[in-house]
Structures are given as C-alpha cells and as structure tokens.
C-alpha cells in the first residue's frame, strides 16, 4: 500500500526556523553587521565584529547561510587579484521574515485589493471589483496547482486531498471533518474580516471558489459556513450532494458572513 508523501515545510516553518537560528546571540549579531555593510564581508570580518574565533564565526555563518538569511561565494575584498584561493565572502539574500502564529496572510489580502484598484472596469463598484479581483486570483492559483500536479479527473475525495495542501500552505489550518467536507480551522485575513467581514469574508469566500474552479474538481464548492474563531468558508458537497455526508446540526451554507471570523 503506498504511503502519502512527507509533509513538506509551509512559509510558516521556514519562517520559524530563520527566527530559531538568529536565536544565538553572536549569530544574531553578525547577522546585522553584515545586513548594515551593504557589501560582501569576509569572515574575518564578521568575527572581529562579534570578537569571537574565525573558526567559531564560520560555523554561525555557515548556519545562517543553511537558513536562506545569507549567500555565499569567494571573492576578493575590493576586487584586487591576489596568489592563491579567494576568500569566502558573505552577504544577505533578499528573504523577509514574519512569523505570525496562528498564520495571517494579510499581503494576500492587499495584493487583491491592489488589483481591484487597478483593474476596476466600467460599471462596477469596488466591492464588485474586488470579488472579481478575489475570484479571478484563485482560479489562477488553481489553474497552476493542476498544470503542477496533473491531477487528471478530481472528484470530491481527491479534489479536497489536493486542496488541503494549497490551503494549509495559506494558513488555512484545514481538518477533513469526513471524506467530502473540509473545514478550515484558522482564517488568515483575521483580524481584518472581523472589522469588515462582508468584504473580506466575501474576498475569501470568491478567492476559494475561484481555486476550485481553476483546480477542476467536481462535486465540491465552496460556501459560507461560519464559526465562532474559525474561517468563515467550508468546502463540501455541491448543489444535490449534501445529503450524503451532512452532518446533523452541522454548520449551514446559507449562514451569513462574518460570525466566524
């Protein structure tokens, strides 16, 4: 029987281990002595600048460099030649670290808006221009998860398996409450969809369907489901399914946004 492939480390991870590493002191400090040179610095240099060993600054180096904070190559200080092997230089990568537990995706949230701005037509109003917005993104999102994967046909099993791990990359925290219903247990755009929840829940919700629809998978929709501490959007059966794994008193899809989140 095969088994489902490792987990693989989400932003959220990446994140928490870049903090993890600049931890120690020494590190931590050499790292902001590189990060202010605004050039390529040598370990000599990053030593002299915390007053430990070499020996000792190029294993802290070598760790920060293991966590995607710092490049590494061999060069010449000042672009002289010189007899024999260069020296290994150090210098930062372009990576920005936020670590928010549990996730939040704001910049998801302002890039869509950006685009509303930027794209409104004639005839719409920002709301309408904003789900568009929403919706248009996660059916591209979608589109590039399937030419990824090549899923082939997805029905509801398969489609929602595929879903969890773009959602839970997206801080989505999702839990499969049975085979065709999934439940997303942290919203991302919170603390915003609280203070203006048609919009955002209404963003979330067209993003969601938008990735369904990109992604093809059939039998499943996404619908608005709120709870209290919880994302306001559910996937499961679509129009003439829901009967078969509906759950007795369960959350309703007619229930209006914003209560959850």
């Given amino acids: 029987m095969a088994s489902d492939p490792p ?15 600049l931890s120690e002191d020494s590190r931590r400090r050499m790292f902001a002595f590189i990060r202010r040179a605004r050039r390529a610095v040598t370990r000599d ?41 260069q020296p290994k230089v150090y210098e930062p990568t372009d990576a920005q670290i936020t670590v928010s537990i ?36 996660g059916r591209q999102v979608g589109e590039a998860a399937r030419r990824e994967t090549r899923p082939g046909r997805l029905g509801p099993e398969r489609g929602l398996t595929t879903c969890e791990r773009l959602l839970d990359q997206y801080g989505y925290e999702p839990v499969r409450e049975t085979p065709t219903r999934l439940r997303l247990r942290n919203c991302p755009f919170h603390p915003l969809a609280a203070k203006a929840p048609e919009l955002v829940c209404g963003m979330n919700h067209a993003f969601l369907s938008g990735y369904l629809d990109g992604l093809d998978v059939n039998g499943v929709r996404a619908a608005l489901a709120p709870e209290p501490g919880e994302c306001c959007v559910r996937l ?18 007619s229930s209006a946004p914003g209560t959850g989140c």
């Fill in 45 to 85: 240099e990053a030593a002299a600048s915390v007053g430990i060993s070499r020996k000792l600054a190029a294993f802290h180096l070598d760790k920060l460099v293991d966590a995607g904070l710092l490049r590494a190559r061999y060069e010449t200080p000042g672009g002289t030649r010189k007899v024999g092997r």
């Fill in 102 to 137: 549990p996730d939040r995706r704001h910049e998801l949230l302002a890039d869509l808006l950006l685009d509303a701005v930027l794209t409104e037509r004639a005839g719409e109003n920002a709301r309408q221009a904003a789900m568009r917005a929403a919706q248009e993104r």
């Fill in 236 to 253: 499961g059966p679509g129009e003439g399914e829901a009967a078969t794994d509906e759950t007795p008193g369960g959350p309703s899809s």
């Fill in 7 to 21: 987990a693989q480390a989400g932003p959220a991870d990446s994140a928490i281990d870049s903090v993890s590493v």
